[in-house]
């Protein structure tokens, strides 16, 4: 098996590998992109060779193969799911084609990788993977019940502390037993739907997390109040008390000045 992250994905012009999806993915996990020049086949010469090798001693001992040139009719009807196709296909890299001298090296790919003695690339955390790989759905609120999602009800502890929050769901098409749940692009929990997954969240489980997250709050609130209580008193917006010097008392007593000229009656 091969794992770690490439320092290159050089790819053909398929509508897969020009999306702004597979740019931003190799953008975050630092993989140089590059696509092949247009109208010159000798440069995907490689994969292509892989393809054929698949499709010319895999396949046609597959049930549901159709032969180049047959109209479109397989030799014996289909019979394999998308999981037992995947489970196939694992074990012809892993088992035959990975273990297999190659002609061009002299040695098994498997070898040849394990000979360089190097350590691979990976990422910080797997989930991050998930969070660039999986398939996105569109943003979901968190109820108190959990997540509604493909008319599906998915369910986790420690979605009891984030009620009323909007989060992002991404999932495998292949398994919706579970979901993967990111806050603010942060890897959060695994929901699981109960109908389709053998695990479960009793309602106890539930409880605890709520109060967990209840006492929390509480905690975080009494600090902040404290923290506010030891803070100066802010008075640049009270309004300003009168002092003694303002209006001194010698001052408040003396009369006005009368005017010194004299009037009459006759005047």
């Given amino acids: ?23 931003h993915v190799c953008l975050d996990v630092h993989v140089r992109l590059i696509h092949s020049r247009i109208g010159v ?26 032969p180049h040139g047959t109209g479109g009719s397989p030799i014996t009807e289909p019979a394999l799911t998308l999981h037992q196709l995947d489970d196939v296909l694992e074990r012809f890299i892993v088992d035959e084609y990975n273990e297999r001298i ?23 955390r797997l989930e991050d993977i998930d969070l660039l790989l999986l398939t996105a759905a569109t943003t979901r609120r968190v109820q108190r019940d959990g997540i509604r999602f493909a008319s599906t009800r998915y369910i986790s502890p420690v979605l009891a502390a984030y009620v009323g929050e909007d989060v992002t769901v991404r999932y495998d098409p292949r398994d919706l037993g579970e979901i993967r749940i990111f806050h603010d692009n942060i890897f959060l929990c695994r929901a699981i739907a109960p109908e389709r997954s053998s695990e479960t969240v009793s309602f106890a489980d539930l409880q605890a997390a709520r109060n ?26 009270q309004p300003e008390i009168a002092t003694a010097f303002d209006n001194p008392p010698d001052q408040a007593a003396i009369p006005p000045a009368r005017h010194g000229l004299r009037t009459y009656a006759s005047d």
């Fill in 102 to 124: 190659h002609s061009s090296t002299g040695a098994a790919p498997h070898e040849r990788w394990r000979s360089d003695s190097f350590i691979p690339r990976t990422p910080a």
């Fill in 41 to 66: 086949p000798q440069g995907r010469g490689k994969i292509e060779r892989f393809y054929r090798t698949i499709t010319t001693e895999l396949l046609p001992h597959l049930p549901g193969f159709i």
């Fill in 212 to 237: 967990t997250r209840r006492r929390a709050l509480k905690q975080q609130l009494r600090e902040l109040t404290t923290h506010a209580g030891s803070l100066p008193e802010d008075t640049r917006h």
């Fill in 1 to 23: 098996m091969v794992s770690g992250l490439p320092d290159i994905l050089y790819s053909d012009h398929g509508s897969d590998f020009t999306s702004t999806r597979i740019e």
